[in-house]
């Protein structure tokens, strides 16, 4: 019955929420402001292009987290069928990031490259086209969706207040950026769109340069994820954690 | 406590309180319960002791056996190196000619062949190698860069228009989109091609002049120009008049991504060499 003094007391009941809430508090919220020593320093680490966050929103949209993650563990089984173990680094910029709970697709930290765009649009049309046994199921809409431009500059500045380093410049070329990366020459200035956006994919991602839709967008994105650290330039030991 | 009653039906203790005569009973956490909650307490304490735990304000602590999740899944990675080592070391040092004279390694590599085939390879090229529609069929013995151990070996390592510096690439010009011949030539080659590669109409020359030069002057293929054979009856973008118009007017051309940095080199050896077995290897 030693309760029974918190029951009776209200000033007292509430000095001992406060202190439970705050130990609870403390311990999410301290982790926040040591995160910089947490984040692995690797070079290659950059915001999304236009065109792949359009991708990303498409990714969140359609649900797609429900059935794949996007983290690869360090795990000796993982690492042989994906690849490298992912590095927190790889969604510093992730609003929310994509790390998800549900396999019942493959992982998709470290998919890009692995596929061409032709083989990721005919299998977003018709994963049972190219995957007989496949349970996923088709987005053949997308390709028929033209992307919205409108809203593309302002995602980014929604970004940049929850902290990613989005330029001036990046958000004022946002537009342009998206039609470069969705038709190469024909959109615009090719060189300065990839020192703005290094290793980022360009061309018509589902075959057809003359519009830009939700499939290109999609593939642009699925085309990049896992691909921006080069493996062969870090020294493992400063990744442990 | 003066209040405190029994029920009598239970001999529990009450907390006191009634509502419309009902009593609210008292009744003690089981006692095996109770204590594994302490037990989990303590258990929780050695925890933060042992294995890296708290946020400090620069840092964390690290914990007394110095675990690192990444750490030990490195050392892991290395022990099943050193486990393999003795034939891994080997398939380091032959070329794939050298592994398929020995049996034993030949083993080796068929059984992890299969499986990084399945993983990697199966979801263009299908299960076994049966090919789809823009997949090419990797089971039988057309072949558009060439079906020795060695060629595939390349088109495994570098990639097929896959942007890799040394990448196989070809591509076949837009004889339609670009105006390069009149539609008369296209249909006359186009009835050529279905009809086998005979006869000696206006489609012979303008095969000879035009497509001889990557498809081979009988139009059976030319492996080191990625030119398909057009005589054996195998598509890979479709069989029919309409698919070779298609073709010539805006040609497809296949993507096939490099390997070389996904895989290491022991593996696309045995993944070359599977796929030299399945069937059409020369």
């Known amino acids: 019955m030693k309760h029974e003094i918190f029951e009776k007391n209200v000033i007292l009941l509430a000095i001992g929420i406060l202190l439970t809430i705050s130990i609870g508090g403390l311990v999410q919220i301290v982790p926040l402001y040591t995160m910089e020593q947490t984040i692995e320093k690797v070079d290659g680490i950059r915001p999304y292009s236009p065109l792949e966050l359009a991708g990303r929103n498409i990714y969140i949209r359609e649900g797609c987290y429900n059935c794949h993650s996007q983290m690869v563990r360090p795990f000796r089984d993982e690492a042989e069928r994906y690849g490298h173990y992912s590095l927190a680094a790889e969604s510093m910029y992730d609003h929310p990031f994509q790390w998800g709970s549900k396999r019942t697709g493959p992982d998709l930290a470290r998919v890009g490259g692995k596929y061409s765009n032709d083989w990721h649009v005919a299998h977003l049309i018709d994963p049972r086209s190219v995957v007989p046994e496949s349970i996923m199921p088709p987005y053949a809409f997308l390709a028929k969706r033209e992307l919205s431009f409108d809203d593309a500059a302002d995602h980014m500045k929604t970004l940049r207040i929850v902290g990613v380093p989005y330029s001036d410049e990046q958000i004022a070329t946002a537009k342009e950026d998206l039609r470069i990366q969705g038709m190469g020459e024909a959109g615009g200035d090719v060189e300065a769109f990839l020192a703005r956006y290094p290793k980022a994919k360009i061309g018509s991602f589902d075959g057809d340069a003359k519009k830009t839709t939700e499939m290109d967008a999609l593939v642009a994105y699925l085309q990049m994820l896992g691909t921006l650290v080069d493996f062969t330039n870090v020294d493992p030991e400063t990744l442990y954690r | ?282």
Not at chain 2, 23 to 30: R, S
């Open chain 2, 1 to 282: 406590m003066a209040n405190v009653e029994k029920d009598a039906l239970t001999g529990t203790e009450t907390t006191g309180h009634s509502w419309d005569g009902i009593q609210e009973l008292n009744t003690p956490l089981p006692k095996w319960w109770l204590y594994t909650f302490y037990a989990c307490i303590i258990w929780a304490v050695g925890y933060w002791v042992v294995y890296p735990a708290w946020p400090s304000l620069s840092d964390y602590t690290k914990g007394v056996i110095g675990y690192s999740s990444r750490a030990e899944h490195a050392k892991e990675m290395e022990a099943v190196k050193a486990s393999r080592s003795e034939w891994l070391g080997k398939f380091e040092e032959a070329n794939v000619s050298d592994i398929v004279k020995d049996s034993q390694l030949l083993n080796y590599a068929m059984a992890g062949g299969r499986a990084l085939f399945n993983e990697n390879c199966a979801p263009c090229h299908g299960a076994g190698g049966q090919g789809a529609p823009g997949f090419p069929v990797l089971a039988d013995d057309d072949w558009l860069w060439g079906g020795t151990l060695e060629s595939i070996e390349q088109s495994v390592r570098f990639g097929i228009r896959s942007g890799h510096e040394e990448e196989r690439v070809n591509e076949m010009p837009k004889y339609g989109v670009d105006g390069l011949i009149t539609k008369e030539e296209m249909a006359a080659v186009a009835d050529y091609v279905i009809g086998g590669l005979q006869g000696d109409g206006a489609g012979k020359t303008v095969f000879a002049e035009q497509c001889a030069a990557c498809h081979g002057e009988d139009g059976h293929g030319l492996p080191e120009m990625g030119g398909p054979n057009l005589s054996d009856g195998i598509w890979l973008f479709g069989a029919g008049k309409d698919a070779v118009l298609a073709q010539l007017n805006s040609p497809k051309h296949g993507v096939m991504p490099a390997w070389q940095g996904r895989l290491d080199d022991v593996s696309i050896k045995q993944v070359s060499i599977y796929v030299h077995s399945l069937g059409g290897g020369q």
